[in-house]
Nanobody
Framework: QLQLVESGGDSVQTGESLRLSCVASGGVPYTWGWFRQAPGNEREGLAVFKDGGNTYYSDSVKGRFTVSRDNAKTTLFLQMNNLKPADTATYYC??????????????????WGQGTQVTVSS
């Protein structure tokens, strides 16, 4: 059973940066994703990382967020730059895609982490 644990969430000011991490144990994912959900909103897909290095981003974070993976293939990162109050949400890591889609948010994943909170104040 794969387990995912996110970390790195914090409270920051507008324009600052954060790097989230997601550590996988019990397996080595070939596909990973980052999602977020703010209170009262639907879950939003942010980025997908595929084994081999292909990455995909939602329009809302393209150019500001970067997804990457460590050489051991067990940790996924999300570098978030120029953060805005609209980025405030709980951020989730996901692994092992069940299905893909034209949009990042359409991808379905089998495993999910518990989330890490990011709060951006103006």
């Amino acid at each position: 059973q794969l387990q995912l644990v996110e970390s790195g969430g914090d409270s920051v000011q507008t324009g600052e940066s954060l790097r989230l991490s997601c550590v996988a144990s019990g397996g080595v994912p070939y596909t990973w994703g980052w999602f977020r959900q703010a209170p009262g909103n639907e879950r939003e897909g942010l980025a997908v990382f595929k084994d081999g290095g292909n990455t995909y981003y939602s329009d809302s974070v393209k150019g500001r967020f970067t997804v990457s993976r460590d050489n051991a293939k067990t940790t996924l990162f999300l570098q978030m730059n120029n953060l805005k109050p609209a980025d405030t949400a709980t951020y989730y890591c996901a692994a092992f895609a069940l299905s893909t889609g034209d949009e990042v948010g359409d991808w379905k994943f089998r495993y999910w982490g518990q989330g890490t909170q990011v709060t951006v104040s103006s």
